[in-house]
């Protein structure tokens, strides 16, 4: 048997307006951290992408984000601009620009290291039951992309 809704569902009871509150209220806990260094979440997103897998094209990013390409574009375009990293297309595929990048960029993550922590610091949560939450989160969101 499934659960049937039937009439308005009190705004406390949505997941949505629950997954909605916690994203607001993390962006405001990584905001200052990341003015510090001159980032903007999404601009963050990207470094952490790279310092994942460094030398990803545009539409690896787009991919390993969960955006558009027309949405990394101008992020990256930002970030070359700041020193960050360098676009170069590919010889082989005039279509594919790879990122890579920079000295400079690539020592940003010692000095970002300490937001992850900062932010998981502020949950008051215990490491195992993040854990757990995280993978939920992830769960649903596959689920909600198919």
Known sequence: MTDVITGPVPLDEQL????YGASMAM???YK?????????YPQYLVLNALWEEDGRTIG???ERLGLES?????????LETAGLMTRERNPEDERQVRVTLTERGDGLRAESGCIA?????RTGMSMP???GLTRQIHT???ALAR
């Open 117 to 121: 922590q900062e932010a998981f610091a």
């Open 60 to 62: 690896g990013l787009a």
């Open 129 to 131: 039951d993040v854990e």
């Open 140 to 142: 649903l969101r596959r």
């Open 16 to 19: 949505c307006f629950a997954l």
């Open 27 to 29: 962006g405001r806990v």
């Open 70 to 78: 027309s949405t990394i574009t101008p992020l990256v375009k930002r």
């Open 32 to 40: 200052p951290l990341l003015d510090a260094l001159g980032l903007t």
